[in-house]
Nanobody, 131 residues
């Protein structure tokens, strides 16, 4: 069983930065990717960024490119550095993990942008950006 725990959310002002972390635990016997999603009140859950754990390749939704950076470390932690935050970034942020042997191949596919394809989810962390 895999568990994901997010941390680092908070209340900040527009233009500020936050660093979210996702700590993964458990045994994973295949290649996988970690994705970050967010859900604002009354809105759909949206893809934000993802990282292929094997290759380190990163992917972003257009609205955060140049402002957010996803990274990983050796301790199965994933981080989402968020700079230049805007009020529209306000949401609950979730990390999720999707397992597939294809992610470890020579030409791995990008991680899915649909949350329905992810296997494990964290509990979420609130990010609020005031104007």
């Amino acid at each position: 069983q895999v568990q994901l725990v997010e941390s680092g959310g908070g209340l900040v002002q527009a233009g500020d930065s936050l660093r979210l972390s996702c700590a993964a635990s458990g045994r994973i016997f295949s290649s996988y990717a970690i994705g970050w999603f967010r859900q604002a009140p009354g809105k759909e859950r949206d893809f934000v960024a993802a990282i292929n754990w094997s290759s380190g390749s990163t992917y972003y939704t257009d609205s955060v490119k140049g402002r957010f950076t996803i990274s990983r470390d050796n301790a199965m932690n994933t981080h989402l550095q968020m700079n230049g935050l805007k009020p529209e970034d306000t949401a609950v942020y979730y990390c999720a993990l999707v397992i597939s042997p294809h992610f470890g191949g020579l030409n791995p596919p990008p991680p899915p942008k649909s949350g329905d394809e992810y296997d494990y989810w964290g509990q979420g962390t609130q990010v609020t950006v005031s104007s």
